[in-house]
């Protein structure tokens, strides 16, 4: 933890607009914070450190609000869906690794003016595998909220006709909306789109939309962030792969994470007899949202039963409940 001394000199440099002297504390802070075994709080700061860095001032910034697609009209209108998440990083359970590596792209996309003067150009297009349920969609979201953008949603129901180049059309409206509005673009079930060219059930549409994706994501030099998702990587075209500048791959929970997940999750309303590790070790095979819908379910009985605390046979009641949903 910052001493109490460093405490005060960072409001105190804060508050006389003295950036050299609140960056150097606040460095101070995160070495200690680093030595001392605290290395996802370290990364954080840093990371905060290199965005005050890049806006070039110490004083709060002013919130701003993402700059929506202008009323879409016509056909883009039934093509992407909008939202604007306040969902962050540290409020999502994951793997170290894949955290960092999460870290490191919105690292380079908050200074990607640094990387662009060398002619680098920062990682945008991202590929997330893993099973369902196991924090795909909640990293999309918090992509978009750690960079105050909007988070645009393709519609596949919309993108994805029978016929022949209308779909191939609807992507091109899609990366021009890429080109002109910079936000998240999320791409969900990505393997609709990017399935393997030789399936034998190809009918050769599917073949002329995945080349025309393969050209508009080679094509793409925005400073939109391309996300997309699939629980089955195995479906994907293999030209897919080297087009995304990162593939990250999910997993359901291991045994400590799934205790963190639950014991976060049930907050205040977690009992200090309730052994959450023998519970979860009897769960190994749920996934994170999983785990996340059974502890607001016991939650919510407790608060319905006026309790304070959620007791063990609520919570594996839970937890049995979501596994056998997840079997029907």
Do not use: W
């Not at 998440?85 to 540290?90: A, E, I, K, N």
């Not at 608060?303 to 839970?318: K, Y």
């Amino acid at each position: 933890m910052a001493t109490a001394e460093q405490l005060r000199a960072l409001l105190r440099s804060y508050a006389e607009g003295d950036e050299p002297r609140f960056l150097s504390i606040a460095m101070q802070i995160a070495a200690l914070e680093a030595k001392q075994g605290h290395n996802k709080l370290a990364q954080e700061l840093r990371a905060v450190i290199d965005e005050v860095r890049t806006r070039g001032k110490v004083a709060p910034r002013t919130p701003r609000q993402p700059v929506p697609l202008v009323q879409p009209k016509g056909e883009l209108s039934g093509l992407l869906s909008v939202t604007y998440p306040h969902t962050r990083l540290q409020e999502m359970v994951l793997e170290e690794a894949v955290r960092e590596r999460l870290l490191r792209v919105l690292r380079e996309q908050r200074q990607q003016h640094k990387l662009r003067e060398h002619g680098l150009r920062p990682r945008n297009r991202i590929l997330l595998v893993g099973p369902p349920g196991s924090g795909k969609t909640m990293t999309a979201s918090a992509l978009a909220g750690e960079m105050t953008l909007p988070l645009f949603s393709i519609q596949l129901d919309g993108l994805l006709t029978k016929f022949m180049g209308e779909t191939a059309a609807k992507l091109r409206l899609v990366f021009d909306a890429i080109r002109t509005t910079r936000g998240v673009y999320f791409f969900d079930e990505f393997d609709s789109i990017g399935g393997h060219r030789a399936a034998t059930n190809d009918v050769g549409e599917i073949r002329r939309v995945l080349n025309s994706f393969l050209q508009f994501l080679e094509n793409d030099d925005s400073d939109s962030l391309i996300v997309a998702a699939t629980n089955n990587p195995q479906l994907l075209d293999a030209a897919l792969f080297r087009r995304f500048d990162d593939v990250i791959e999910y997993r359901n929970p291991t045994l400590e994470l799934a205790g963190q997940l639950v014991s976060e999750r049930l907050g205040p309303f977690r009992s200090t007899k309730l052994d959450v590790r023998a519970i979860v070790n009897a769960f190994t095979d749920l996934s994170y949202a999983d785990l996340a819908r059974a502890c607001d379910d016991a939650v919510k009985e407790a608060i319905l039963r006026d309790a304070t605390e959620v007791d063990e046979s609520a919570m594996v009641s839970a937890l049995e409940e979501r596994r056998s949903a997840r079997r029907s």
